[in-house]
């Protein structure tokens, strides 16, 4: 992106403020008489306040250029050829190589690591990547991650082209380009913006928050890269709405996500994460977006789960961890996910008693999930609709 709309930024900055110490100096007042009183100027020069906030405005409005100008001007032929070789296609088939799906991935490694989603590849009797070049390879998948919709594959070989991960979260409204298989046609091409971040999935089919786009995405881009104007992955193709009213509303797993996820990896029980074997739910007014300040209800408990050992109850209300007030499943989320399993976590919880709520503090000491153990889901009272497993 050209440097000038900062370079003008700093300018009309420095016009101003050379502006603001320059006071006119009247005429009359020069030819004066020491001793003579000079009249006031009627028309007071602004205060350094007032300076202040119109130099703030026109930062705020250059800065509102500055992306728009990156949206115009993203190279978007560019990009493509720098990052196309690192995305590769997928095909699920039987022992006669007929195709029964397909999906995009994109290697994230150089000695063949493959970064998809987890319903892209699951229930495969055999994964083949075909890559830019037109090469086909066998993937071995080495880790599938329902939970997250993360899936890593292996293809034999060395000094592969992969993408990097970009970090922080991209700001609203930044440019997006996201390559995938769509529909069977490699490697194509389209462009968006970031129209909304920590996206929620009403359905809770994904159980962390997502980035949503305008960008297309299809059947068969699943799995394949968001990429920034600087061809870092941002995100990894997911999901879309599939109502016949909607358009260009598209999620994908932001890549904070999935970085915090591999840092979990453990290549005999996979992505360990803390587990409590609680299902809870939202107010159902806040599936309308209005807010809430009541906490979270606990729909059910399993017996053996770590909420029960530590004196958790269905029909508690969670109203925040570790002293952090949580009025929605993705802040419980996040307040979870900072600890591990084995740590213990404070549960600051309401509980109806004797015709009133009681606000009480519990302990519990988080239990394990991975994708080798068995998760303590409880089952009685989960509505998968409007409630989350923790």
């Known amino acids: 992106m050209p440097r000038w709309p900062k370079q003008l930024s700093l300018l009309l900055t420095g016009v101003l ?21 000079v009249a006031a100027d009627p028309v007071a020069p602004p205060s350094i306040s007032a300076l ?21 001007t993203i190279d978007v032929p560019a990009l493509a050829e720098q990052t196309s070789p690192a995305v ?19 290697l994230w490694t150089a000695d063949g690591q493959i970064v998809t989603n987890a319903h892209v590849v699951e229930g495969a009797e055999q994964v083949l990547a075909k ?18 919709d993360l899936a890593i594959l292996d293809v034999a070989g060395e000094g592969y082209p992969y993408l990097g991960f970009a970090e922080g979260k991209p700001e609203v409204g930044s440019p997006v380009v996201v390559i995938g298989n769509a529909y069977g046609y490699s490697n194509s091409v389209t462009t968006g913006i970031v129209s909304g971040v920590d996206r929620p999935d009403p359905m809770h089919y994904w159980h962390y928050p997502s980035l949503q786009t305008d960008a297309a995405i299809n059947h068969g881009n699943s799995g394949g890269p968001i990429l920034n104007a ?21 999620f994908g797993i932001p890549v904070d996500q999935i970085v915090t996820a591999l840092d979990r990896y453990d290549p005999k029980r996979g992505i360990v994460r803390p587990w409590l074997g609680i299902s809870v739910q939202e107010p159902y007014w806040t599936q309308g977006g209005l807010p809430n300040n009541l906490g979270l209800m606990v729909t059910d408990v399993h017996p053996l789960g770590a909420a029960a050992k530590g004196g958790l109850r269905p029909d508690d209300f969670i109203l925040a961890v570790n002293e952090k007030p949580v009025n929605y499943l993705m802040e419980l989320r996040f307040e979870l996910e900072k600890s591990k399993p084995g740590d213990k976590i404070t549960l600051t919880i309401d509980r109806y008693i004797d015709g009133e709520y009681v606000t009480r503090t519990i302990t519990v000491t988080a239990g394990e999930y991975s994708s080798v153990v068995p998760p303590l889901i409880p089952a009685q009272f989960y509505f998968e609709e409007t409630d989350d497993l923790f």
């Not at 600087?230 to 598209?250: C, F, L, P, Q, R």
Request: contains cysteine.
């Open 17 to 37: 403020l050379v502006c603001a110490q320059a006071t006119p100096v009247r005429a009359e007042a020069v030819a004066a008489p020491s001793a003579q009183v």
């Open 52 to 72: 202040e906030r119109r130099i703030q405005e026109l930062e705020e409005r250059l800065a509102a250029l500055e992306r728009l100008l990156a949206l115009a």
């Open 88 to 106: 590769v296609s997928l095909y699920l088939v039987d022992e006669d190589l007929d195709v029964q799906s397909q999906g995009t991935g994109f």
């Open 131 to 148: 890559f830019a070049n037109g090469e086909v390879e066998e993937a071995e998948r080495i880790l599938v991650d329902p939970f997250l």
């Open 230 to 250: 600087k061809g870092e992955v941002v995100a990894v193709a997911t999901w879309t709405e599939v109502k016949g009213e909607t358009d260009g509303i598209a």
